[in-house]
């Protein structure tokens, strides 16, 4: 097997910090070590002096637009992105069409996608009216959890009624598996737009004032109260205010397995933000005020928060031009999975003080955990595949998408930002994928993560000295 070694770096993963050199034999960690012996004899040798090197980071959010709307984005261009930001490992979200109903739907897209993906990768099924029946064989497929709108969404992704949300759940929970929630209330949510409309508004506050936190608060507590009745584990997708943290933690404190991510828009954005990019920056939910966004961080910081994803939602300028005179008439979506990690990473370590064994655990550990994925994933641990980002955290950079982006339409809410963490090497089962500024491998790289497939450590015993 060919061996690797990324020598000299600071390892920063979920069990704590330390100066290591990495072993890597074929695809799997075969161990660390403070040993230079290793350093003589490899087939690769990646220098991280001077660096930081963390677990490939997991992104349990992501929309490519295979099979129908590809002139937006694809699982190659998607993946090249995700690798660029030191993505191993990207979880893509139900919401294409065809809308995945089926157990035939889903398999056709992950064959797709098993030819065109450079990182590692999931898929989660549909929790709708219409694939109720079929959820069982999604699972079966490789669904590892499934997604549920309880607000209108896209006319092509029905959204739940309390009863179907609750039959779906009870349908999960019957297979061990997971529930995504998308937690808006539907009924407030349309009183507000068509308030908004009789009032001629179509400037981009508007469309914040159309989902304020609470119509997002109202219905995480009703997703939770049905997901305890259910006897289901439940993630809340991007949430977006400290109270929709704190519902999940007063749950979690009752033994409820809930749990939480956020996004790097409701991190990093405000309403001044969505002012100035007008429909560039229309998502939901919405960007929040900034005490909110502040708050937010708070709960970041004390661990509430268990995962950071992209929610990536590609579309083409067009798209988004079209609401530059009416906020509602552009797509709902920020594209943002290649600076999801740096920016992030550049914000919580060198302005907040958040650890780098925390950020690990924020990044990867945690999603791997709520995905089934670790400890084969999400960490640095002998056995496991060899998914690592290498970082410099002291070389600024600023954001240019039209430079830098592997996006098929380069844009960013974050253009122009400052950054304090580059991104040197993405590594995915011992190869690395992305470096010196390109990707380096071919497209069918990457490889489908079956959601019935264990992912226990294959040889645990493995000597951390060698």
Same mark, same amino acid.
């Given at each position: 097997?060919?061996?690797?070694?990324?020598?000299?770096?600071?390892?920063?993963?979920?069990?704590?910090?330390?100066?290591?050199?990495?072993?890597?034999?074929?695809?799997?960690?075969?161990?660390?070590?403070?040993?230079?012996?290793?350093?003589?004899?490899?087939?690769? =040798?990646?220098?991280?002096?001077?660096?930081?090197?963390?677990?490939?980071?997991?992104?349990?959010?992501?929309?490519?637009?295979?099979?129908?709307?590809?002139?937006?984005?694809? =699982?190659?261009?998607?993946?090249?992105?995700?690798?660029?930001?030191?993505?191993?490992?990207?979880?893509?979200?139900? $919401?294409?069409?065809?809308?995945?109903?089926?157990?035939?739907?889903?398999?056709?897209?992950?064959?797709?996608?098993?030819?065109?993906?450079?990182?590692? =990768?999931?898929?989660?099924?549909?929790?709708?009216?219409?694939?109720?029946?079929?959820?069982?064989?999604?699972?079966?497929?490789?669904?590892?959890?499934?997604?549920?709108?309880?607000?209108?969404?896209?006319?092509?992704?029905?959204?739940?009624?309390?009863?179907?949300?609750?039959?779906?759940? +009870?349908?999960?929970?019957?297979?061990?598996?997971?529930?995504?929630?998308?937690?808006? &209330?539907?009924?407030?949510?349309?009183?507000?737009?068509?308030?908004?409309?009789?009032?001629?508004?179509?400037?981009?506050?508007?469309?914040?004032?159309?989902?304020?936190?609470?119509?997002?608060?109202?219905?995480?507590?009703?997703?939770?109260?049905?997901?305890?009745?259910?006897?289901?584990?439940? +993630?809340?997708?991007?949430?977006?205010?400290?109270?929709?943290?704190?519902?999940?933690?007063?749950?979690?404190?009752?033994?409820?397995?809930?749990?939480?991510?956020?996004?790097?828009?409701?991190?990093?954005?405000?309403?001044?933000?969505?002012?100035?990019?007008?429909?560039?920056?229309?998502?939901?939910?919405?960007?929040?005020?900034?005490?909110?966004?502040?708050?937010?961080?708070?709960?970041?910081?004390?661990?509430?928060?268990?995962?950071?994803?992209?929610?990536?939602?590609?579309?083409?300028?067009?798209?988004?031009? *079209?609401?530059?005179?009416?906020?509602?008439?552009?797509?709902?979506?920020?594209?943002?999975? +290649?600076?999801?990690?740096? $920016?992030?990473?550049?914000?919580?370590?060198?302005?907040?003080?958040?650890?780098?064994?925390?950020?690990?655990?924020?990044?990867?550990?945690?999603?791997?955990?709520? *995905?089934?994925?670790?400890?084969?994933?999400?960490?640095?641990?002998?056995?496991?595949?060899?998914?690592?980002?290498?970082?410099?955290?002291?070389?600024?950079?600023?954001?240019?998408?039209?430079?830098?982006?592997?996006?098929? &339409?380069?844009?960013?809410?974050?253009?122009?930002?400052?950054?304090?963490?580059?991104?040197?090497?993405?590594?995915?089962?011992?190869?690395?994928?992305?470096?010196?500024?390109?990707?380096?491998?071919?497209?069918?790289?990457?490889?489908?993560?079956?959601?019935?497939?264990?992912?226990?450590?294959?040889?645990?015993?493995?000597?951390?000295?060698?």
């Amino acid at each position: 097997m060919k061996r690797t070694v990324i020598a000299h770096g600071t390892v920063a993963a979920d069990y704590g910090v330390v100066r290591a050199h990495i072993v890597v034999e074929g695809e799997r960690i075969a161990g660390l070590t403070t040993d230079d012996a290793v350093l003589h004899g490899a087939d690769e =040798f990646v220098d991280a002096r001077g660096k930081v090197v963390l677990p490939g980071a997991i992104d349990m959010h992501s929309h490519f637009e295979d099979l129908e709307f590809t002139e937006r984005e694809d =699982f190659t261009t998607g993946t090249m992105a995700a690798a660029a930001g030191g993505f191993t490992t990207v979880m893509e979200h139900p $919401l294409t069409v065809p809308l995945v109903t089926s157990a035939q739907i889903f398999r056709a897209k992950r064959e797709r996608a098993e030819t065109k993906v450079v990182v590692d =990768f999931g898929l989660w099924g549909a929790l709708t009216r219409p694939s109720l029946p079929e959820i069982a064989g999604q699972h079966a497929e490789g669904a590892r959890g499934f997604k549920a709108f309880m607000p209108l969404s896209d006319p092509e992704y029905p959204h739940v009624s309390d009863a179907e949300f609750l039959e779906g759940m +009870q349908t999960v929970a019957g297979l061990g598996s997971l529930v995504l929630v998308h937690a808006e &209330n539907d009924a407030i949510l349309r009183a507000s737009l068509a308030a908004l409309r009789a009032a001629g508004r179509t400037d981009p506050l508007a469309h914040h004032e159309s989902r304020p936190p609470f119509v997002e608060e109202e219905a995480v507590h009703r997703a939770i109260y049905l997901a305890r009745h259910a006897g289901v584990r439940l +993630q809340v997708v991007h949430g977006s205010t400290p109270e929709t943290a704190r519902l999940v933690a007063a749950a979690r404190g009752e033994g409820q397995p809930v749990t939480l991510e956020v996004c790097p828009h409701h991190l990093l954005l405000d309403l001044d933000d969505l002012r100035r990019l007008g429909p560039y920056g229309r998502c939901a939910p919405p960007f929040r005020d900034r005490p909110l966004v502040e708050a937010l961080w708070g709960r970041v910081l004390d661990g509430t928060v268990d995962s950071l994803v992209s929610d990536h939602a590609a579309y083409t300028h067009a798209e988004k031009d *079209a609401g530059r005179d009416d906020i509602f008439e552009a797509p709902n979506g920020c594209q943002t999975i +290649q600076e999801t990690v740096p $920016l992030v990473l550049d914000e919580a370590y060198h302005r907040r003080g958040m650890t780098l064994d925390h950020f690990a655990r924020f990044s990867a550990t945690n999603g791997a955990r709520v *995905a089934g994925l670790y400890p084969r994933k999400g960490t640095i641990l002998p056995g496991g595949d060899a998914d690592l980002a290498v970082y410099d955290l002291d070389d600024p950079w600023t954001v240019d998408p039209a430079a830098q982006q592997f996006t098929k &339409n380069p844009w960013s809410p974050f253009a122009g930002r400052r950054v304090r963490a580059r991104l040197d090497r993405t590594i995915v089962r011992g190869t690395s994928v992305f470096a010196d500024g390109e990707i380096q491998v071919a497209p069918g790289h990457g490889r489908f993560l079956h959601g019935r497939e264990p992912m226990t450590l294959p040889d645990p015993t493995m000597a951390a000295s060698r």
